[in-house]
């Protein structure tokens, strides 16, 4: 224990004064400052844009045109009589064409900008629209056309059967819909989701391959020997692990305080992505403390790994090809725990992901951000994570033991388990 | 008291990396291991510091089985084993510490063994930035700082000048005089002869001699015969039946059965006024002895 204790500060002092890990941390506390600094700088730019906003117009005459769409009515069903358009679309101009123009007509939207057409056929008695357009996304919204045309339509059949205005006109609007989100709003919560499981990911890999780095230094500086013959290798093992875990987690509660203070002091109240209220109310105390537990547990999982990987390379040039596994397997637990948590449909999965303990350290943080989670999905989670982490540090203990003053050679894992066994 | 390494063998697959080595080392002094590269010296070591485990056999210090526990012993390894780039101070304090010792006592020996060997001024400095002795002289420190009983030193003098070779050879004599077991390798016979009372020569991981250094030179027998002179004598040699064995820039080497040849020899230079420079008749060098048993063994 004591030995442990004396690998831990050591580890932990010297990885602390390295100008690696200096810079690197000014780097990612930067970054999180100009992340939460971006929205107020969107939202004062759109503000001042929207003194001015287009749709905000109802005036034909002064509102500015995004271009013309052509219409053709080959059968008459409209009686060419389009003349609420342009109150439903006021951004297009219309103009009414004949049947024979219909070939020019679509080698100009073909060829030129901002031109759209639209050729109404009757079919069964029933209009049927074609429209052409140059670029999808661009000209106006087929789904809006048809509700445009269809309530011209269902004017002019209402009219024709002499329903009164005041019927045709109440026919006619819109009902309007408030939306009363009750749960954890879907937008904002899978923001806070994305950015909690990208952080835990980077944070867990980055420190998992610097505890192989440093394993691997240490034996291409052939310390080893001298650690090795001085304590016990468990004490080396974990007490290294430990002290860069406690690095990586003060570097991951400085950027979460730096995130929660420029959040409060700069983030603007009524920032909106894709129209919907962006806030990070779903960081509650609750939450935070179990993303800290996540990320122990998940570091400890990738990071005994991590440490056997290096133990099986003599140059530090051969880390990477030595943690390509874990790196696989960090990497697909990721997608795995990231896919179910941006299609919020596929509960089952989520369900998995959460609680398989590959993939529990990153998909468990963001479900209790962007749901309620079962206790006992929780605490299964987190049973089977640490029961596996205890599995892995006694397999990784022996592993490292029999790698560490192996040279030569990157050893396989079946030279590795073969020589453990011994 | 002391080392006992009896019918120790050690495998890496099919390859025999040392095979049933036996040998006591029961008196303080030196003990040389010698062997040529890949001989099984560095595994033999590592099987008595017990970080690789034995498939047969026992190795066993003060009548207990080695284990990390039961021996304090301090090991230089053939390669450098410091961390380039942390101060040379905190890393000796944190090896003192891992060997068990107080901040205290780790202190006052680091200073202490710092002085002895010269390297003061390196307390603040970081091992890469130091030459090749110096950073010998650091890892010395590293296997003495917590006075250990065993000290196995594998190439301690390699790298290092003939002023830091001095310093390094007062450490050992200082080490001699306080008692203490050192088991000693290294290809430099000339050092071994110099220290180690006993030897042990492995060859592909099989002892090819082992003994007492002065009883095995001397069951050789007085059969070498070195004169330096600037004239040839090779003629008055092949008269008195005496074999060249090498022709070395400054004289001859032969080999004699037995002194009254030599005497011969010594005559009839005298007699033809030789200018003679050295005239010595003596045992064969562990370095000739070694020569003769791991390249007779190839």
């Not at chain 1, 990885?15 to 941390?25: C, E, Q």
């Not at chain 1, 959040?263 to 105390?285: E, H, I, V």
């Not at chain 1, 029961?387 to 050893?411: D, N």
Request: glycine share 6%.
């Amino acid at each position: 224990m004591r030995d442990l204790l004396n690998v831990f500060t050591y580890t932990f002092k010297e990885h602390l004064k390295k100008k690696a890990f200096i810079v690197s941390t000014c780097i990612v506390v930067i970054l999180t400052i100009i992340m939460m600094l971006i929205p107020a700088a969107i939202t004062k730019f759109s503000k001042s844009d929207e003194l001015t906003p287009p749709q905000n117009q109802t005036g034909t005459g002064e509102t500015q045109k995004e271009g013309t769409l052509y219409i053709i009515d080959k059968d008459n069903s409209f009686k060419q009589d389009f003349s609420t358009f342009n109150l439903a679309l006021p951004t297009y101009t219309y103009e009414v064409k004949s049947v024979d123009q219909e070939g020019s007509l679509i080698d100009s939207v073909k060829n030129g900008e901002d031109q759209y057409l639209v050729v109404i056929n009757e079919n069964n008695g029933i209009p049927e629209i074609n429209y052409y357009f140059k670029d999808y996304m661009k000209g106006p919204d087929p789904v809006l056309l048809n509700t445009i045309f269809k309530n011209i339509y269902a004017n002019s059949l209402l009219k024709d059967t002499n329903v009164s205005q005041e019927i045709v006109n109440k026919l006619s609007s819109p009902i309007v819909i408030l939306e009363n989100e009750m749960g954890k709003g879907l937008v904002q919560t899978q923001v806070a989701c994305m950015i909690v499981m990208m952080l835990l990911f980077f944070s867990i890999y980055y420190y998992g391959y610097w505890i192989a780095m440093s394993v691997a230094s240490e034996k291409t500086s052939r310390v080893m020997e001298i650690l090795i013959t001085s304590t016990k290798p468990a004490s080396i093992i974990v007490g290294k692990t430990l002290a860069m875990g406690l690095l990586g987690l003060s570097q991951l509660v400085l950027i979460l305080a730096t995130g929660m203070v420029t959040y409060k002091l700069a983030f603007p109240k009524d920032f909106k992505l894709f129209g919907a209220l962006f806030d990070f109310s779903s960081f509650t105390p609750l939450s935070i403390t179990m993303i800290i537990i996540y990320f122990i547990l998940g570091y400890f999982l990738y990071a005994m790994l991590n440490a056997v990987a290096g133990a099986t390379v003599s140059k530090a040039e051969d880390v990477n090809s030595a943690i390509m596994p874990i790196s696989m397997i960090s990497i697909i637990a990721f997608y795995f725990a990231y896919m179910p948590a941006v299609i919020p449909t596929a509960k089952n999965l989520s369900f998995i992901a959460s609680v398989v303990p590959f993939s529990a350290p990153f998909s468990m943080p963001g479900r209790l951000l962007t749901s309620n989670v079962p206790f006992w999905q929780i605490a299964l989670s987190l049973f089977l994570l640490i029961a596996c982490i205890l599995l892995f540090v006694s397999i990784s203990i022996k592993l490292y033991s029999s790698a560490v003053l192996h040279y030569g050679k990157r050893l396989k894992i079946s030279e590795l388990i073969k020589m453990s066994r011994k | 008291m002391g080392l006992v390494v009896s019918e120790s063998t050690k495998t890496y697959g099919e390859k025999i990396a040392v095979n049933k080595i036996n040998f006591t080392f029961d008196k303080p002094g030196v003990f040389g291991l010698l062997g040529t590269n890949g001989a099984g010296k560095t595994t033999t070591i590592r099987m008595i510091l017990g970080i690789i485990d034995k498939n047969s056999g026992e190795i066993m210090w003060n009548n207990k089985p080695v284990k990390r526990e039961n021996v304090n012993f301090g090991y230089l390894p053939e390669e450098r084993g410091l961390y380039p780039k942390s101060k040379v101070s905190e890393q000796l304090f944190y090896f003192g510490k891992l060997k068990g010792m107080n901040a205290k006592d780790a202190k006052k020996s680091l200073s202490y063994w710092l002085e002895r060997l010269k390297a003061t001024e390196y307390y603040n400095s970081v091992p890469e930035q130091l030459s090749k002795g110096n950073q010998q002289k650091i890892q010395l420190v590293t296997a003495l700082i917590h006075d250990p009983e065993l000290l196995i030193l594998d190439e301690p003098f390699s790298g290092l000048d003939p002023i830091n070779t001095d310093i390094f050879k007062s450490v050992v004599y200082e080490l001699v005089e306080k008692n203490k077991y050192i088991i000693m390798s290294s290809h430099q016979m000339s050092t071994v002869e110099e220290y180690c009372k006993e030897i042990l020569i492995l060859d592909k991981g099989n002892t090819v001699l082992k003994g007492n250094l002065r009883e095995i030179k001397s069951s050789y027998g007085r059969n070498n015969l070195s004169i330096q002179c600037e004239d040839n004598i090779l003629d008055m040699a092949k008269d008195l039946n005496i074999g060249l064995k090498e022709k070395t820039p400054f004289g001859y080497e032969f080999k004699i059965q037995n002194d009254q040849q030599a005497y011969l020899l010594l005559g009839k230079m005298l007699e033809a006024s030789i200018k003679l420079d050295k005239f010595e008749i003596r045992e064969p060098s562990l370095h000739e002895i070694f020569i003769e048993k791991v390249g007779a063994a190839k």
